[in-house]
């Protein structure tokens, strides 16, 4: 059974900082990952997705790199800002059928 | 991008009665639709997985009977929490796939559900 880890729970930061979010997958066999971002109550917005034959995928500050191998991916964020305070979940799927396994989240707080 | 509508975003009701949520796809026909939930302070766990016109596919410790899902055509799926009670508050949220080739996947806004 695929399970989806992410480390650190939480994260606080002070504007500016570059960090890295982990995710960490038990089963290697998967069909893509998917960066999401969520905000308070609200729905999911996706960052970034990573099929598996692929090592990275960059869109502006984010660039999120995949070892299917060792069952690893982290979600880079350049020169943070309080805008991106979220949580950040990350998702695996074992085939293209949307069904989406998700990691518990890391939530980042950008202080100014 | 394509759009998911989710409605109600918030329902606040009394316990045992019934709650209909509604997932809609706006500019593409869905092959198949998911209903998550999410408690606090927790990941999203999938519900179930409904294909257009044919029996939802529910996870495993989910009540069908409890969380009725109709997927009547292919740009809406419902969800019905029937006789709900406090334990059932949560956020409940939807997801859209079509496509082949790729990921095409996108998710509704979400509805936060309080029983009282």
């Known amino acids: 059974k695929q399970e989806v880890t992410q480390i650190p729970a939480a994260l606080s930061v002070p504007e500016g900082e570059n960090l890295v979010l982990n995710c960490s997958f038990t089963?290697?066999?998967?069909?893509?990952l998917q960066w999401f971002r969520q905000d308070p109550g609200k729905g999911l917005t996706s960052l970034l997705l990573?099929?598996?034959?692929?090592r990275e995928q960059t869109s502006g500050r984010l660039n999120a790199s995949l070892d299917k191998s060792s069952g690893r991916s982290t979600l880079y964020i350049a020169a943070s800002q309080p805008g991106d305070s979220a949580t950040y979940l990350c998702?695996?799927?074992?085939?293209?059928?949307?069904?989406?396994?998700f990691g518990q989240g890391t939530t980042l707080q950008v202080k100014p | 991008g394509a759009v998911v509508s989710q409605h109600p975003s918030r329902v606040i009701c009394k316990s045992g009665t019934s709650v209909k949520i509604e997932c809609r796809s706006l500019?593409?026909?869905?092959?198949?639709m998911f209903w998550y939930r999410q408690f606090p302070k927790q990941s999203l766990m999938l519900m179930a997985t409904?294909?257009?016109?044919?029996?939802?596919?529910?996870e495993q410790g989910v009540e069908k009977d409890k969380f009725l899902i109709n997927h009547a055509s292919l740009t809406l799926s419902t969800l019905t929490v029937t006789s709900a009670h406090p334990e059932d508050s949560s956020f409940y949220i939807c997801?859209?796939?079509f496509g082949t080739g790729g990921e095409k996947l996108f998710f509704g806004s979400g509805t936060q559900l309080s029983v009282l």
């Open positions: 409904s294909n257009e016109g044919s029996k939802a596919t529910y």
């Open positions: 997801s859209a796939h």
């Open positions: 500019d593409f026909q869905a092959t198949t």
């Open positions: 990573i099929q598996s034959s692929q």
């Open positions: 998702a695996v799927t074992g085939g293209n059928t949307g069904k989406l396994i």
């Open positions: 089963d290697s066999a998967i069909y893509n």
